[in-house]
Nanobody
Framework: VQLQASGGGLVQAGGSLILSCTAS????????IGWFRQVPGKEREGVSCAKTTGGSTYYADSVKGRFTISRDNAKNTMYLQMNSLKPEDTAVYFC????????????????WGQGTLVTVSS
């Protein structure tokens, strides 16, 4: 069972990035999914989470209207489209999956990707 994240990098403020996370060993369609981020010295923050296909989504206030979570079940992959990036979005981003997540919080998720660094320059 594995989640493999990719797509991080360096981007200027106002730019866009799309993060991808491919699951292996399980069918992502059956799981709640989430994207989290962490900066040194701070707790891991839930950025966006989504229930199984067709279910509800959650966005942190800081990313509403700029980020979009999605999944492609045929590719067993989840995505985080990030637009209008700000320097404060700089963090290591993690993808995660859970059989059932009652909220977009770290302790609800059992499977984690390795993290991908997003750096937004001003």
């Amino acid at each position: 069972v594995q989640l493999q994240a990719s797509g991080g990098g360096l981007v200027q403020a106002g730019g866009s990035l799309i993060l991808s996370c491919t699951a292996s060993g399980f069918i992502l369609d059956y799981y709640d999914i989430g994207w989290f981020r962490q900066v040194p010295g701070k707790e891991r923050e839930g950025v966006s989470c989504a229930k199984t296909t067709g279910g509800s989504t959650y966005y942190a206030d800081s990313v509403k209207g700029r980020f979009t979570i999605s999944r492609d079940n045929a590719k067993n992959t989840m995505y985080l489209q990030m637009n209008s990036l700000k320097p404060e979005d700089t963090a290591v981003y993690f993808c995660a999956a859970a059989v059932v997540a009652t909220s977009c919080q770290e302790h609800n998720y059992m499977y984690w990707g390795q993290g991908t660094l997003v750096t937004v320059s001003s």
